[in-house]
């Protein structure tokens, strides 16, 4: 019953993520944590990855995932991470580059998984 309503949860809050990508507007400072300032487009996405996260606990399974696209991903995901941490400059930001294309990773992940 709850993992039901929470698997809903998980695809309405996916939809609602692709609803607000074309307009995605920066929080007031007061929804700010340890001064990073989210969007709407972050929010909701964290938002659906949490429903979906509580929907694999609760059902106590691993993702549905093609094996090709988790190898793909995986790749990826080390090359973009390898990279930023050996880059001589500008670290932070390649960090947060690859930050943000993990959590667009995990959001293809739980799209393919509904």
């Known amino acids: 019953m709850v993992s039901q309503v929470v698997r809903r949860a998980s695809f309405w809050l996916l939809i609602a993520t692709l609803v607000v990508l074309p307009f995605e507007h920066v929080l007031p400072d007061d929804h700010a944590i340890g001064g990073y300032t989210f969007t709407t487009v ?4 964290l ?3 949490g429903a979906w996260l509580s929907t694999l606990a609760l059902d106590r ?3 549905r995932l093609p ?3 988790a190898v793909a ?3 990826l995901l080390a090359v973009g991470f390898t990279s930023a941490l050996l880059a001589p400059s500008l670290r932070d930001h390649a960090l947060d580059a690859a930050a943000h294309f993990l959590a667009g990773a995990l959001v293809l992940a739980a799209v393919a998984d509904t």
Request: net charge positive.
């Open 42 to 45: 972050e929010l909701s996405a």
């Open 47 to 49: 938002l659906a990855l």
């Open 61 to 63: 399974r691993r993702p």
């Open 73 to 75: 991903l995986g790749a």
């Open 67 to 69: 094996r090709g696209v």
